[in-house]
């Protein structure tokens, strides 16, 4: 079961989850539904770990801020 996770960030970032890069944002991806673990990538900066909650069929908003 999978649910999608919109993720945006200011500046832009890597994002990676499961230990892979799935690419920078902006980003829309499919994840496994339940609590899911992924990391933002900011340059110079040290990786920020961050839970979000996805939802089967649905769309999950994230935005971020360094």
Do not use: C, W
Request: glycine share 8%.
């Amino acid at each position: 079961k999978m649910g999608l996770l919109a993720v945006s960030s200011t500046p832009r970032a890597q994002v990676r989850f499961d230990k892979k890069v799935l690419g920078d944002t902006p980003l829309e991806v499919a994840l496994p539904v339940g609590s899911q673990r992924i990391e933002l990538v900011y340059p110079g900066q040290p990786p920020r770990r961050l839970i979000v909650n996805i939802q089967e069929g649905q769309r999950t908003p994230l935005t971020d801020t360094q």
